[in-house]
């Protein structure tokens, strides 16, 4: 987990933002209405909202669950030496986001749901950053195991908690950090397809985690950068020692680059690469993660991605973009050769919500090996 987990509740609120009726009264607008340019902005909406928890409504399009909604309350926390800086230079955009506190709750179209509270914060001048949080969920989803073409429907429900914390290095870009997740589940495989009157496989399991990384982050924004590069190297022990019930390792490197390549023009690129050793349950497996591809299609011992990003400025709000990229699904007993490439590509927008904090948000549609799908972004894509 990492900031991107409050990024669904966000972006359905600033996709709600830009729908905005043309009958709503003056002084609610005025609320909305950024002073500079006179456009619609949430600036002082997300960073003034001190009295109490934000409704947001959630919007659901992840193809491996269905569609679906739900709600979240979120409360952003603004430091007093951030709110002065705002109130002094209103025209500036904060490299430090505020902290947020959120409740979560969401279901979707194939019965799958999701209900939790988080923390996101960044302390002492983004000298420490945190997430933290516990979730419940079920989720009814199909496992493709290594052959990739032949779906088994199964279900897993369990709680989740997560504790993340990062420390930056003597005042650079670079961070050292530690982790530790235990997702406490019960998974059952609905059999019938190939076995008709046969009960479901039931596998009641604990799969917890102590995590190590370092991280370098030289990015403009955290929510959307537009310049800089974050880089990362991660190693998680799983094993009895820490509560879980399996003994096995995962790692994860990872590059994200952004640049302006002219002053309307923007290219990211990133690359991904995760493993995981015997041992690990098969949800815990990495998956092809890029848009255009349902979670836990492409799955296997090994994955890794390529993607790039090309943007182009129509005006200071509004954004177009288009992308691609490309993956491998590599088991430990193939060879990377053996494994196919799977690609990716699609188009998006996006729109300047919240110039105060940098906060761009829109739509993305991409097309996979097998489908088309949707996503409202908050930020990034990554």
């Known amino acids: 987990m990492n900031n991107r987990s409050i990024k669904p509740a966000l972006t359905a609120a600033a996709i709600s933002l830009m729908m905005l009726p043309s009958l709503a009264s003056a002084s609610f607008m005025d609320a909305f209405t950024d002073p500079k340019d006179g456009r619609i902005d949430a600036s002082q909406w997300i960073l003034d909202n001190s009295a109490g928890f934000m409704p947001i409504p959630l919007i659901i399009t992840e193809p491996a669950v269905g569609t679906g909604g739900g709600a979240a309350l979120l409360f952003f926390h603004e430091t007093d030496e951030q709110k ?54 079920e989720f009814n989803l199909k496992y493709y195991g290594e052959a990739s073409d032949q779906a088994n429907n199964f279900n897993i429900k369990g709680l989740y908690f997560f504790q993340d914390i990062d420390f930056r290095i003597a005042g650079s870009n670079f961070f050292l950090g530690a982790d530790y997740v235990n997702m406490n589940s019960e998974a059952s495989f609905d059999m019938s397809s190939m076995l008709p009157g046969v009960d479901p496989l039931a596998l009641d399991s604990n799969d917890a985690h102590v ?13 959307s950068a537009r310049t800089g590069t974050k880089a990362g190297l991660k190693a998680n022990m799983h094993g009895k020692g820490v509560g879980g019930d399996f003994d096995y390792q995962d790692y994860h490197a990872f590059v994200e680059t952004y640049h302006r390549v002219a002053p309307k023009w923007g290219v990211a690129m990133r690359l991904d690469a995760k493993s995981t050793t015997e041992g690990a349950p098969f949800y815990a497996k990495p998956f092809i993660d890029m848009r255009g591809m349902a979670a836990m299609r492409y799955q296997a011992d090994n994955t890794a991605l390529a993607e790039v990003e090309v943007s182009y400025d129509i005006d200071d709000r509004w954004t177009i973009l288009g992308f691609a990229g490309t993956g491998k699904a590599v088991n430990n007993d193939q060879s990377f050769n053996q494994a196919e490439w799977q690609n990716a590509q699609g188009a998006g927008f996006r729109y300047l919500l919240a110039r105060q904090l940098g906060l761009r948000t829109g739509i993305d549609i991409a097309k996979g090996p097998e489908e088309w799908t949707m996503y409202l972004q908050f930020g990034g894509a990554w």
């Open 84 to 137: 002065a800086k705002r109130e002094l230079y209103p025209d500036e955009v904060t490299n430090i986001p505020p902290s947020v506190t959120g409740v979560v709750g969401a279901a979707t179209s194939n019965g799958s749901k999701l209900a939790g509270v988080f923390h996101s914060g960044n302390w002492q001048d983004d000298n420490i950053r945190y997430l933290g949080g516990i979730f419940g969920a």
């Open 211 to 223: 995590g190590l990384k370092v991280t370098y982050d030289s990015r403009d924004n955290q929510f």
